[in-house]
């Protein structure tokens, strides 16, 4: 049943934002943006042919895929009613109206079937998102506070930064759940660690910490961090937690191994033998109807009826039987998606651009199809980012090249520096693309760093 529009939020939000979500369509220079948030990045493949339908219905038929595992359709014309009705009939909505906004979980898409996984992080998982949705004060979050969950999954995103992230490590032969705030595993150690049946009360002591030390203007925890040390926070949610939290230099020295690049396009093995997730990218991050019934259509008739949307902006199929992944991977391929990692088009990201966005300088997502065929018959495969503008919607944390518009069809170029803030080293500016792929192809033939 269709859950009543009068029951959407009304109430000022102490943390407003300009986000699009489910109940808050928020106009575009193409029409309206609506976002459909995914526990996990799960939706069933039922569902995914609504979104489909929804976006021919209602819209101008574009889906984009968020590098947080979300749907957003995109020009929504003037029935917002029609379908915001049409998604909470198909139970795309949140089971509270008022938490659409904060349901803001990372999973990894392998979450509870992975072969490398230390912990199966669903039911937590289910447990922090009860808590998100029914906690009415956990809505006074910020639509931006994120929280991620691993697992110790062989695929998962580690480099996107969070307000809290959760990660699993071996103390003397247990398995204890570290965390840490304004980062991310790839890159920080945890500043504590409990056990992992203590992680739930730790997550919401931590929430109402946050809550309980902010004002309206510290959005995100690294507002709150800049006035508040560390040491004084986590005093403040041991005095709040019953759990005990484990604060030793086997759990703050600790640094999570990486994942393998790209592991998420393709065929991906479970920790059952003989069943496969099937992977793969969808092309800058936009998906035509189309694309989104035929994986919905390979996911009845082949896997377990379901889809995981990733933080790579790319689909996954999961718990298809070994002998059936090629047929999947055909069948993905020829709706257009993309499930061969070294396509050029695969691991390049751009952002709206001034197609669609005001703030654009140049189409990025035009001229990143004319990048990828320029790298591609040089047989290059770069991870490459096209940002219309500083702000870099389209990429959560920096990557190995950035393009910077400067105007229509220019940009400047960054190489990714570790010791280099904002998006590395300046090494170009006012670059055409002909000149971008030119000077890449010579980079990738003289450099194999990617
Ligand atoms: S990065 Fe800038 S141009 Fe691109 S979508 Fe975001 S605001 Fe618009």
Redesign the pocket.
């Known amino acids: 049943m269709t859950e009543p529009l009068s029951a959407r939020p009304s109430a000022t939000p102490i943390r407003p934002s300009a986000c699009p979500g489910l109940l808050r369509i928020v106009p575009a220079l193409d029409g309206g943006i609506c976002r459909i948030k995914l526990p996990g990045g799960v939706l069933s493949a039922e569902q995914a042919m609504v979104v489909a339908s929804a976006a021919e219905g209602f819209a101008s038929g574009v889906i984009e895929a968020t590098n947080r595992g979300n749907l957003q359709i995109r020009g929504i014309g003037a029935d917002h009613d029609g379908l915001i009705a049409s998604l909470l009939d198909a139970g795309l909505g949140p089971s509270n109206p008022a938490s659409d906004d904060v349901r803001n979980l990372m999973l990894s898409p392998t979450a509870g079937i992975d072969p490398q996984q230390l912990l199966d992080v669903r039911p937590l998982a289910g447990q922090i998102l009860h808590s998100l949705e029914h906690h009415p004060r956990f809505h006074e979050l910020s639509p931006k506070f994120a929280l991620s969950l691993d697992g110790g999954e062989g695929l998962a995103m580690l480099e996107h930064p969070h307000d809290l992230w959760l990660s699993p490590l071996q103390v003397d032969g247990q398995t204890l759940l570290g965390f840490g705030f304004a980062g991310c595993p790839a890159t920080d150690s945890p500043v504590a660690a409990v056990a992992p049946d203590a992680a739930h009360a730790l997550v919401v002591a931590v929430l109402e910490t946050f809550l309980n030390l902010a004002r309206p203007e510290h959005a995100r925890m690294r507002d709150l961090l800049k006035e508040v040390p560390v040491a004084r926070f986590i005093e403040h949610v041991a005095a709040r937690s019953p759990q005990r939290l484990v604060i030793d230099h086997k759990v703050t020295d600790w640094r999570r191994a990486p994942t393998r690049s790209f592991a998420h396009i393709g065929t991906y093995a479970q920790a059952t033998a003989g069943i496969m997730a099937v992977g793969a990218g969808v092309p800058l991050g936009r998906l035509r109807p189309s694309m989104l019934r035929e994986a919905a259509r390979l996911a009845i008739a082949f896997g377990d009826g379901q889809l995981c949307m990733t933080p790579w902006q790319s689909l996954m199929l999961r718990n298809v039987p070994a002998g059936h992944s090629v047929t999947v991977m055909e069948g993905l391929s020829q709706a257009g998606l993309l499930v061969d990692a070294a396509q050029s088009l695969s691991k390049i990201v751009a952002?709206?651009?001034?197609a669609a966005?005001?703030?654009?300088?140049a189409d990025?997502k035009a001229d990143a199809l004319h990048l990828a065929a320029l790298l591609q018959e040089n047989a290059i495969s770069r991870a490459v980012h096209l940002?219309?503008?500083?702000?870099?919607?389209?990429a959560a944390h920096v990557m190995p090249v950035t393009l910077l518009?400067a105007s229509p069809g220019r940009y400047d170029l960054y190489f990714r520096h570790a010791e280099m803030s904002g998006f590395g080293d300046l090494h170009a500016r006012d670059l055409t693309i002909e000149a971008v792929g030119a000077l890449l192809t010579a980079d990738s033939r003289s450099n194999t760093d990617d």
């Open positions: 952002c709206t651009g001034s966005c005001a703030k654009g300088l990025t940002s219309g503008c500083a702000r870099s919607c389209a518009a």
